[in-house]
């Protein structure tokens, strides 16, 4: 399936557009040259019909967080069946649009990684491998890869098992009947996309945080000489037990983190005497510090070995011949 290079343009050139609006253009040049530029417009079309009065930086990163988030809704970024509006879906008896099933019902029946099993440490685990991969790329071509990561997915995962063969062609059977063991594997998917834009969408809000940390430096006349990269999450427990008291005595009173029913409670782990263990909870960001490139600074140096040299030749001789006007001087010589 092609992807739909239309609506992912306008997506990708927005989430360009407003992250950009947050970033330093001195950070930017740190990161390697994208194969294919991305091309931030200067001004997006679309914010024409928004009220002047919303243009304003706290509307760019809700926007920006809606886009993050929207990049991992797959069928959002193919074109192919209307978006899933014009294929049915068969499941329980019931039909559904297949961009219905997965906005409405399949987030009905999503699971919270506790309940599959899956331990905090290890969710701190999978972003850190990917945070530190992440943090070689521009954000803004990081979008696209995300974008082309996901148009991949709904090809493969939801698109791949609904074709079928038949003698005047391949096409996706609609209606189609989802079976309990793919809709299984949809869940599956779902959940996984859900916990990456999790991750993506804090991996970009802290890059948002660093870029702005030089921005206030450059306004104060300062270059900083690192690039904070937030790569891992760690337990500090042990480094802020008062900071943990306080966290238990509020889940302590409130019991549980849902209020959504006792039947779809998510327990907390437990210590002895009934009260939840907040020291495997309480966390905090690992956060490298990486030198910036020293291409300006070498490429002053280079300029200042030649002309501080030639610039102490040329006052020099004009003190052996006697001081006087240069340009006078120069007029003399020529008659």
Partial sequence: MRWSWTHARLALLALAFFFE????????????????????????PLLQNVPENMRNPANFLKWLVILVGDLHQPLHWLHEHDYGKDIKIRYEEQTYTLLDFWENYLPKHLKHKLETGVQPFEMDKDYGQHSKVWAHKSPTELFRDWAKEVAARVCVDVYAPMTVNHADGTRVENPFTLTDERFEQWVKLAEELLQLAGERLGFVLNEIIEHKRHKEAQKDGRALPSRKVAVVVENKAADDPQGVKAAEAVAHTKGTWSSKGAANRIPMPMMTGGKPDIALWYKTLKVEERSRTRNTALYNLCVACILVPLLLFVFRWHLSIGGGNLFSLAKVSIS
Avoid at 32 to 37: I, L, M, V, Y
């Fill in 21 to 44: 609006h947050f970033a330093h253009d001195a950070l930017l040049k740190e990161f390697p040259a994208p194969a294919e530029p991305i091309g931030t417009p200067e001004t997006l």
